[in-house]
């Protein structure tokens, strides 16, 4: 049965949930309170497809990172420290969740979904023609070799879940990059990942997804176990990024959250160009080319639904990359406008899919981090099956919305 579906948001999560919801013969209506001009965390994020990603935001050696790092301006992580309950509750559930029993269970799902999600690109590249996926894998790279340790532990998990992953030494590293200079001890290989310009696939998606109406809100009110709205429809679905947990507040839902913000640069002429995607490991810096430019992203600061720009956070990443490329400086950031953009993030880093049990016709998709990007299209294709009645493809148990209610 054809349904009208009202989804209140329009970042990668809302159109992707959109698109794959009208592919199935559904009526959809997408609402988004900023303008279309207004480009929000889906754009100018690092443009990565990570299978690699499968640990969760809380794992094991999380909070001791996040502590040694709160006290260095310049560092990747931040958490302004406020007596707000939202932020202690979400603070006590990240600390109970970031156990090796946690990362254990999650990490096959994740990497499922990831993989799955990868699948969903190439196979939106081909039928569509108008984006560009690079198939060509992302490198974590380490100057140090502590970092390596580390990052070798990961590697090692990634084989014994079946990943195929390349471990390199500072030659073969360089070998894979021999244009570029580089600080490196050296890295490893994940040739499963992919990596896009966001803003080109965000724009490709937009096209096929004509019935958005941007600069527009609704208000949803609940009559009985039903949702109800100015905009009439069979289904509501929330695709509203950081904002999620706020719009389920009130509607009494329990949806824990706290926005992640990051940063990004764009080298629009940049004076070298790497060959693949990388990650500068000990400094959690993105480096991405993307199409003739190249990204740096960084950061997670904990500081509320606040877009204003940190300059020592966005000093911190101009003065990550030399020590790893150093052949750019200072100078190639001058005259570059910094972007931020908020991560929904879950306080178990996992995403909240599918239906609460209160209402009979809302359902969310959200908390993402930093996978909303790599996750767009096979949570689209998700929420899809959820909301035609189907069993979807994957099972969506411990990624219940009500798992904190
Ligand atoms: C620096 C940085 C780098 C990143 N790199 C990557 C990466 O490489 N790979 C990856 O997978 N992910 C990455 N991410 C994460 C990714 O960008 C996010 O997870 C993703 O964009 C979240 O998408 P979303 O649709 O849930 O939220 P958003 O893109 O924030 O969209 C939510 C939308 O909802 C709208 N909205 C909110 N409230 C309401 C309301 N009440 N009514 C109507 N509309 C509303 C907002 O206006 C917004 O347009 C990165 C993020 C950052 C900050």
């Known amino acids: 049965m054809s349904k009208h579906v009202l989804i209140i948001g329009g970042g990668v999560i809302g159109l992707c949930t959109a698109y794959y919801t009208a592919q199935r013969g559904h009526r959809v209506t997408v609402v988004d309170c900023a303008s279309e001009s207004e480009l929000g965390c889906s754009y100018g994020n690092a443009g990565m497809i990570t299978p690699s990603h499968f640990v969760p935001l809380a794992a094991p ?3 001791r990172l996040a502590l040694k790092w709160m006290w260095n301006s310049e560092s990747p992580f931040y958490m ?12 006590w559930k990240f600390y109970r969740a970031a156990t090796v029993e946690h990362v254990t269970r999650s990490a096959p799902l994740i990497l499922d979904l990831n993989l799955a999600g990868r699948a969903c690109f190439v196979e939106l590249a081909r039928e569509w023609g108008d984006f560009k996926i690079e198939e060509r ?7 140090t070799e502590e970092g390596l340790e580390h990052e070798l532990a990961t590697a090692e998990l990634s084989r014994e879940l079946g990943l195929t992953v390349e471990i390199l030494d500072a ?3 360089m070998a894979m990059e021999p244009n570029l200079r580089m600080t490196v001890a050296g890295g490893i290989y994940f040739p499963s990942d992919a990596y896009l310009a966001p803003w080109q696939f965000m724009s490709a998606l937009k096209k096929r997804v004509p019935s958005v109406r941007w600069s527009s809100t609704v208000s949803l009110r609940a009559n009985g176990n039903r949702i109800q709205a100015d905009i009439e429809a069979d289904e509501y679905v929330i695709c509203g990024g ?4 706020g719009i389920a507040r009130d509607l009494k839902l329990h949806l824990p959250m706290q926005a992640g913000k990051g940063y990004s640069l764009t080298l ?3 004076r070298k160009k790497p060959a693949h995607a990388m990650i500068l490991s000990e400094a959690r810096v993105a480096v991405t080319p993307m199409l003739n430019a190249l990204r740096f992203g960084g950061t997670m600061e904990i500081t509320g639904n606040d877009l204003s720009i940190n300059p020592s956070r966005v000093r911190g990443i101009v003065k990550a990359v030399p020590k790893y490329l150093p052949e750019f400086n200072n100078d190639d950031f001058q005259d570059v406008k910094p972007w931020a953009g908020l991560r929904p993030c879950s306080p178990d880093g996992l995403p909240y899919l599918g239906r609460f049990a209160r209402y009979e016709n809302l359902s969310v998709a959200t908390g993402h981090a930093m996978m909303g990007l790599s996750l767009g299209p096979i949570t689209g294709k998700l929420m899809a099956q959820v909301l035609s009645g189907e069993q979807p493809s994957i099972a969506l148990d411990s990624l219940s919305p009500d798992r904190y209610s």
């Open 61 to 63: 050696g999380a909070i």
């Open 80 to 91: 302004k420290p406020r007596f707000d309950s939202r932020l202690i509750e979400w603070a």
């Open 137 to 143: 894998g992302i490198v974590m790279v380490c100057n």
């Open 171 to 173: 030659k073969r590293l």
């Open 242 to 245: 950081a904002w999620s947990s």
């Open 268 to 270: 629009q002429q940049p």
